[in-house]
């Protein structure tokens, strides 16, 4: 049965602010020099792997227009809260860091600017690959398997920055398309 999608209390919801709520913890098990813990990241794999769960329960029941607004932001605290405490215990540089940081506060001001006016902007497909490659960069700066590889984590990185700026470049394209379109029509 689909849900209304002005519903508060869902499934996917649920998961997803438990995600939010979560996500503290996780990030107080991130070692204060570099390398990784098991607890760290067993958590961090837990909290990536409810992404899909809760995207999977609003595909399959309906999607809310809370769960639109709550996923993205628990993607961006879980991701940037995991990169700002891999900076602050020097495993991350805070160029990288900045720029995913600076992308995702540009995309998430436009998104609430238009969003005002009835339009809404979904996540692009490399979007969501520069998440998974977040997601797996963090990963791997945590995983006690790969303390040695700082090679791998920042590679993966460094992708992420590489995708977030294609991205951005995308909903820049975009929305000066959508702006030409609609000053055409009028």
């Known amino acids: 049965m689909p849900v209304d999608p002005s519903a508060v209390k869902t499934w996917a919801n649920l998961v997803t602010v438990a995600r939010i709520l979560i996500a503290p913890f996780m990030f107080l098990l991130i070692p204060e020099e570099p390398g990784g813990t098991w607890p760290a990241f067993l958590l961090w794999f837990l909290l990536c792997s409810t992404d899909g769960v809760d995207g999977y329960l609003a595909r399959r029941h309906g999607a809310t227009n809370l769960g639109a607004f709550l996923d993205p932001l628990a993607d961006k605290v879980l991701v940037l809260g995991a990169m700002f405490f891999l900076v602050s215990n020097g495993t991350f540089s805070i ?60 590679g993966l990185l460094w992708i992420s920055v590489a995708l977030a700026l294609i991205s951005f470049g995308q909903y820049i394209y975009r929305a000066r398309r959508h702006v030409a379109t609609v000053g055409m029509a009028t």
Request: proline fraction near 5%.
């Open 95 to 154: 160029v990288p860091v900045a720029i995913i940081a600076g992308r995702e506060l540009a995309i998430s001001l436009y998104r609430t600017f238009v969003g005002a006016k009835g339009v809404s902007v979904p996540a692009s497909k490399i979007a969501k690959w520069k998440t998974f490659v977040q997601q797996l960069a963090v990963g791997f700066a945590i995983l006690p398997l790969t303390d040695e590889s700082k090679w791998l984590w920042n």
